[in-house]
C-alpha cells in the first residue's frame, strides 16, 4: 500500500509538472515569433502528461478497491496537492529559465525529430546564439478575474479524479457509478478552459501591438492554477480535523 500510495502521489505531481510546463513553449513561441511551434509543441507535451494516467489511474483504483480508509486516503491527497502545488510554484517563479530551455528546443528541432531534440536539449541546453528573456513574475502581472476564471477551472481539472474516488470510498457499494462523476468535474473545468482561457491567451499572443498582456494572461492562468491547489491543501486541511477532532 505504501508503494502505492507513493506511486500515485508522484505519478499526479509529475503529470501536472509536465502540463504546466507546456506553458513555457507558449512563451517561448511569443518570445521568439514562432507562435505556431511554440503552440504546437505545447499540445504534444501535455499529450505527453496524459500517458502518466495509465499509472495513475490503476493505482488509485486499486488503492480504493483494497478498502482504504477516509483519513489515510484524505492524508494521500493532501500530500499529493502539497507537492503538486511545491511544484507548480517553482515552475511559476522560474518561468523565464523554462521558456529559455524551448528556445534551445526549437533550435534543435530544426535539424531534428521533437523527441530527439527534447533529449539534446536535456543533454546540452547551450546554443550559439543569445536567449530572450521575459519578465519574472510578480503580483503585478495578475489580472484578477482571468485569475479567478483559472482557478474555478481548475479547482475541478484538478480534484476530478480524487473527489469521485472519494465518493467511491464513502459508498464502497455504489463506487463504480460514483467514479464515473470524474468526466462531469473534468468536464465543466475543461469547457471553461477550452472557451475561455485558452482562446483569451492565443488571442493575446497573437496580438503584436501589445507587448504586456499575453504575458499577464500566462502568470494569470498559472496563478490561478496553483491557487486552486493551494485551497484544496487547505479545504482538505480542514476536513481532515473536523473528522480527527469532531468525530473521533
Known sequence: MYFLIIVIVFSFALMHAIEISSFGSRVAGRITARTA???????????????????????????????????????????????????SIIIILKLNRLQQFYQVLFHKYSDHTIPVALIKSLINSTIEFKLRVCDEFNFSHLIFKKTLVSFIAYMFLSTGFFISFLLAVLYPENRLTVSQFTAAFHGFGAVIF????????????????????????????????????????????????YRFFWLS
Not at 483504483?61 to 496537492?81: A, H
Request: aromatic share 16%.
Open 194 to 241: 477550452a472557451f475561455y482561457l485558452d482562446p483569451m491567451l492565443s488571442r493575446s499572443i497573437d496580438s503584436h501591438s501589445d507587448d504586456t498582456t499575453w504575458l499577464k494572461n500566462v502568470y494569470s492562468i498559472l496563478f490561478g492554477r496553483f491557487l486552486s491547489y493551494l485551497i484544496m491543501i487547505i479545504m482538505l486541511l480542514i476536513f481532515f480535523l
Open 37 to 87: 511551434l511554440g503552440t504546437t509543441l505545447a499540445l504534444t507535451i501535455y499529450t505527453l502528461s496524459r500517458f502518466i494516467l495509465i499509472i495513475f489511474l490503476p493505482a488509485l483504483g486499486y488503492l480504493v478497491e483494497s478498502g482504504i480508509s477516509v483519513n489515510n486516503y484524505l492524508i494521500l491527497v493532501t500530500l499529493t496537492f502539497i507537492l503538486t502545488a511545491a511544484i
